[in-house]
């Protein structure tokens, strides 16, 4: 299971997507982060840890956000390495999930993740809070 898919990945790419910040698009981030890992050559167990990782983040700012906001995803690969940026409004300050069983599988398969939250936004109606994790690619060398 640990065979990259194809040899067609080079350089560093990002992409990004927003959806509204309800359950029912995490489907649609599930697979863009499978597509955006296989694309970016990460063996299916790679790909499933990022997938992963990502719909734990998603689902506890979805779980927190202002009613009608949006979430704001970004892929960037490299390499050996993806980095995951996801961004939302939460209507009450909080740790997103920090707590959570779902947040101990984030911290265990990815090599580091941080949460800011911003001050009240009067503009947003909420708290910006941001998710970032990097995952990388275990090196061959022993």
């Given at each position: ?23 029912e ?26 997938r ?10 979805i779980?927190?956000?202002v ?6 995803c ?17 209507a ?26 911003e001050p ?23």
């Amino acid at each position: 299971m640990g065979d990259r898919i194809s040899e067609a990945a080079v350089g560093t790419a990002t992409i990004g997507v927003r959806v509204p910040a309800e359950p029912e698009h995490l489907i649609m981030l599930r697979a863009l982060a499978e597509t955006v890992t296989l694309i970016a050559d990460f063996a299916i167990d790679e790909v499933t840890d990022i997938r992963l990782a990502l719909d734990e983040v998603a689902t506890a700012l979805i779980m927190d956000a202002v009613p009608d906001s949006s979430l704001d995803c970004e892929f960037r690969y490299a390499d050996n390495q993806m980095f995951v940026h996801v961004a939302a409004v939460a209507a009450v300050p909080s740790s997103v999930g920090e707590g959570s069983f779902g947040w101990h599988i984030v911290r265990t398969l990815t090599d580091s993740v941080t949460v800011t939250q911003e001050p009240y936004d009067g503009a947003v109606s909420g708290y910006p809070t941001v998710v970032d994790f990097l995952w990388v690619r275990a090196s061959d060398d022993g």
